[in-house]
């Protein structure tokens, strides 16, 4: 089966919840769906392969943050040459006039730019995952029996179709 990080996202979250809302320290949170042992044990395994392609995804996605950051650094140490701290400005106010710099700069705004794109790739990209045929029909008992009470958003709705044709419904 092949599955974007949304999507799995998604699947993860439909054999955990169970569309209900409890009180768990005064607070209202989703119900965790109450499984038996053998449809645990089917959960665990589905969890383990969406963990799988998470941590798989996960150094592109640093790498990306990675690349910015060091950018915005250079960036920052330029400035800082060329606009030195006046002797009676304030440091907060030196730094807010240093972050309304960066942040109108021009080649930073394009870097985040096409930094969110090839973020936005990775994470729809399809990613295999090894799932066993029990698997796969535990993961669509529980999203025909809860898939439409489990809190999605109608941003979702596109990885709730993918996830629909990805389980054959």
């Given at each position: 089966?092949?599955?974007?990080?949304?999507?799995?996202?998604?699947?993860?979250?439909?054999?955990?919840?169970?569309?209900?809302?409890?009180?768990?320290?005064?607070?209202?949170?989703?119900?965790?769906?109450?499984?038996?042992?053998?449809?645990?044990?089917?959960?665990?395994?589905?969890?383990?392969?969406?963990?799988?392609?998470n941590t798989t995804a996960k150094p592109a996605l640093e790498a990306l943050v990675l690349i910015y950051n060091e950018r915005l650094v250079q960036k920052r140490i330029?400035?800082?040459?060329?606009?030195?701290?006046?002797?009676?400005?304030?440091?907060?106010?030196?730094?807010?006039?240093?972050?309304?710099?960066?942040?109108?700069?021009?080649?930073?705004?394009?870097?985040?730019?096409?930094?969110?794109?090839?973020?936005?790739?990775?994470?729809?990209?399809?990613?295999?995952?090894?799932?066993?045929?029990?698997?796969?029909?535990?993961?669509?008992?529980?999203?025909?029996?809860?898939?439409?009470?489990?809190?999605?958003?109608?941003?979702?709705?596109?990885?709730?179709?993918?996830?629909?044709?990805?389980?054959?419904?």
């Amino acid at each position: 089966m092949k599955l974007s990080l949304q999507a799995a996202s998604l699947a993860k979250f439909v054999v955990s919840f169970n569309g209900e809302h409890e009180l768990v320290d005064g607070k209202e949170t989703p119900a965790s769906l109450r499984l038996n042992g053998e449809e645990s044990s089917q959960r665990r395994f589905l969890l383990k392969e969406i963990e799988r392609i998470n941590t798989t995804a996960k150094p592109a996605l640093e790498a990306l943050v990675l690349i910015y950051n060091e950018r915005l650094v250079q960036k920052r140490i330029i400035l800082e040459g060329a606009n030195p701290k006046s002797e009676d400005e304030v440091e907060v106010e030196y730094l807010n006039r240093m972050n309304a710099i960066l942040t109108n700069d021009e080649e930073l705004k394009q870097l985040f730019v096409s930094l969110t794109e090839d973020n936005k790739n990775i994470i729809s990209e399809g990613h295999d995952l090894d799932l066993q045929p029990k698997v796969v029909e535990f993961l669509k008992k529980y999203f025909l029996k809860y898939g439409d009470s489990a809190g999605f958003l109608s941003g979702d709705d596109e990885f709730v179709a993918e996830l629909n044709v990805a389980l054959g419904l």
